[in-house]
């Protein structure tokens, strides 16, 4: 079956640090990439996605490049904000429909003025 | 406009009310999605509909009762609910089933 190993959080960084969130997939074929971000109190907002191997999906500064090799999809951002500060889901969905998205455990980000 | 909306935003009640939780978007999608999401866990799918037809029942209990009146909405009917039904409720939407997902900003639910 299907599943997403995300690095066990959490994580907890100073203000315009680099960071790196690990996310690995199991799946058959060419899966749909996602990260989902979550802050306090809210649902789950799609922050970027990759539908085929070497895309790089981008959004608010943070980055993700589907690697089909090594079965990954880190997620990167180069200077943290304290309003970065979340829940983050790695999450996939295979590419011939009709299946639900399966997600990672959730790695909680905390960054600190 | 990739917005999905829930009605209400906070819900407490009691193991022998009935209540409705409510989901709208009008991004056309034609797929709909009730997860249930309980702290710091990831989401866990209950229902899918797609086209307006019940796809995916997760073996949901029946207290739980989902309806899509129309392509826009979908509903989520509550009865005899436990106290560890209490939860963040998240409703979705997607173009059409297995494709990317949009998220509403959930209800919160605490059954007394």
């Known amino acids: 079956g299907n599943s997403v190993t995300q690095m066990e959080g959490p994580v907890t960084l100073s203000e315009e640090a680099f960071l790196t969130i690990n996310c690995t997939y199991t799946?058959?074929?060419?899966?749909?990439l996602f990260w989902y971000v979550q802050y306090p109190g809210e649902g789950l907002q799609l922050l970027l996605k990759?539908?085929?191997?070497?895309d790089k999906g981008s959004n608010k500064g943070f980055e993700a490049t589907y690697r089909k090799e090594t079965t990954s999809f880190h997620l990167e951002k180069g200077s943290v904000q304290v309003s970065d500060s979340a829940v983050y889901f790695c999450a996939l969905t295979p590419n011939f429909g009709n299946e639900k998205l399966t997600f990672g455990t959730g790695t909680r980000l905390t960054i600190i003025p | 406009d990739t917005e999905v909306t829930q009605t209400p935003k906070h819900l407490v009640m009691g193991m022998t009310n009935k209540k409705s939780l409510k989901c709208e978007q009008h991004m056309g999608h034609r797929a709909m999605y009730w997860y249930k999401q309980k702290a710091k866990k990831p989401p866990e799918l209950m229902f899918v509909?797609?086209?307006?037809?019940?796809?995916i029942n997760e073996s949901v209990p029946s207290r739980f009762s989902p309806e899509c009146p129309n392509s826009s909405l979908l509903n989520l009917h509550l009865h005899a609910l436990q106290p560890e039904d209490s939860a963040l409720y998240l409703c979705?939407?997607?173009?059409?089933?297995?494709?990317?997902?949009?998220f509403g900003p959930g209800t919160r639910l605490t059954v007394t």
């Open positions: 509909y797609s086209y307006e037809k019940l796809s």
């Open positions: 990759a539908t085929k191997a070497d």
């Open positions: 799946a058959t074929g060419y899966p749909s």
């Open positions: 979705a939407s997607s173009q059409v089933f297995g494709y990317e997902q949009y």
